[in-house]
């Protein structure tokens, strides 16, 4: 048994190659469309569908090399000559849907593994490798580009293998040749060589429809994903806001997962010098709607956790302390309809009426009432860690 191929046979290597691709792929799909439908309406079974998500992606990866090595062995073997040459169309468009295959799985597992590289959070990879991609940034935008090419190239698969599997059942039920035997067993059959042109138009056809749905999924409304830099009160306070952020870091199934607030507005009044030992008061109102956290914005703004429907902003209101490092803005927080008491320590630096303020905190998501069914921190942790930076200028 020969493993590489003849102009009329398939080699052992390229039909093992064949199948397992052919498994591999089958399966991370069927494992992409049931989790869809799965619910995630509790801790459990959000731990469930992250668990299905996770055998997906996983499964995906393997996939992505198995065919890229498939492939490769291609472009070395002989292809099999077509058992009927004189039908050219369908010979031509055969061999059209053989390469367009190919194509779509490199192109759907990777566009899958660029869309989880570029966001935290959600259904982790189980390779020791694969969470993070080389020159992929974590980013809003390129998630939702490769999560539209994903889904594009994914029904372009599926019709490139439904029309695969019909083809090899028109010949083994109506031609009744050998085109399926030569994949199954290694049969020998045929004459001459198979033409190779239509790789170039299946490569061509999948880079236009890429890069439409690279165009659709990032043109027209980046500036609204886009962080939202703070504008401060014209009046309000002796300090204006020039720029800053607020964020913060909770961990989902063991991972860490950072999301942005890039939303919010702050009124400070703020003197070296205290008085009745209070050095100022700041007020922070944080549009919570404009809020990301990785693979799971839609799940966090949910009622569950911050249900921004119903409770779309949030208050920091603190009087502004010396500490015995720096300085800590203590006050409440109101969110989600609770008003806790929160203490953000925070180190200053003030230069020409410029001051830098660098602050961190952390707070217990149970204390919001937040994720009342995520009773344990299997799922989802208790400690939420914020930090804030911001740059203000007092105007001379």
Same mark, same amino acid.
């Given at each position: ?323 015995? &490092?720096?300085?800590? #803005?203590?006050? *409440?927080? $109101?969110?989600? /309809? %609770? +008003? ?5 320590? @925070? &180190?200053?630096?003030? #230069?020409?009426? *410029?001051? $830098?303020?660098? /602050? %961190? +905190? ?5 204390? @919001? ?11 989802? /942790? ?15």
């Amino acid at each position: 048994m020969s493993t590489r191929n003849t102009p009329q046979s398939y080699g052992s290597a390229a039909r093992l190659l064949h199948w397992l691709t052919a498994a591999l792929i089958l399966t991370a799909i069927g494992l992409g469309l049931y989790a869809e439908d799965m619910p995630a309406d509790t801790s459990a079974a959000v731990a469930a569908k992250a668990l299905v998500y996770s055998l997906h992606k996983t499964l995906g990866i393997a996939a992505f090399f198995t065919a890229l090595a498939r492939i490769l062995w291609a472009l070395t073997q002989p292809h099999p000559a077509p058992l009927h040459p004189e039908r050219r169309l369908e010979t031509w468009v055969a061999t059209l849907i053989h390469w367009s295959l190919y194509v779509a799985m490199i192109a759907m597992p990777l566009s899958g593994w660029v869309h989880h590289a570029a966001l935290d959070g959600f259904a982790p990879i189980f390779w020791p490798f694969g969470q993070g991609l080389p020159f992929v940034p974590k980013s809003q935008g390129v998630a939702e580009a490769a999560g539209a090419l994903h889904g594009l190239f994914s029904k372009l698969l599926i019709g490139s293998v439904l029309l695969h599997v019909a083809g090899a059942l028109k010949h083994a039920l109506i031609d009744r040749d050998h085109t399926l035997s030569r994949m199954l067993r290694g049969t020998s059959a045929g004459k001459g060589s198979a033409p190779r042109a239509p790789a170039f138009a299946a490569g061509l056809v999948y880079a236009a429809v890429g890069t439409l749905a690279l165009i659709f999924a990032t043109g027209g409304d980046e500036p609204a994903r886009a962080a939202i830099a703070p504008t401060p009160a014209a009046t309000a306070g002796n300090w204006q806001v020039q720029s800053g952020s607020l964020g913060f870091t909770v961990r989902q199934m063991g991972a860490e997962v950072s999301g942005q607030l890039p939303d919010w507005h702050a009124t400070i009044t703020f003197d070296e010098t205290p008085v009745n030992g209070v050095n100022g008061h700041v007020t922070v109102a944080i549009d919570l709607t404009k809020l990301t956290l990785g693979s799971v914005t839609d799940q966090a703004k949910g009622p569950e956790f911050f249900d921004t429907a119903t409770h779309p902003t949030a208050t920091f209101d603190a009087d502004i302390l010396p500490a015995d &490092t720096g300085y800590e #803005a203590k006050g *409440t927080l $109101t969110l989600r /309809g %609770a +008003t806790v008491p929160v203490t953000l320590p @925070f &180190t200053l630096t003030t #230069a020409d009426n *410029t001051a $830098t303020m660098t /602050g %961190a +905190t952390t707070l217990d998501r149970r204390a @919001f009432g937040m994720g009342a069914s995520y009773g344990d921190e299997a799922t989802v /942790g208790f400690a939420v860690e914020v930090t804030a930076t911001l740059t203000a200028r007092r105007p001379e």
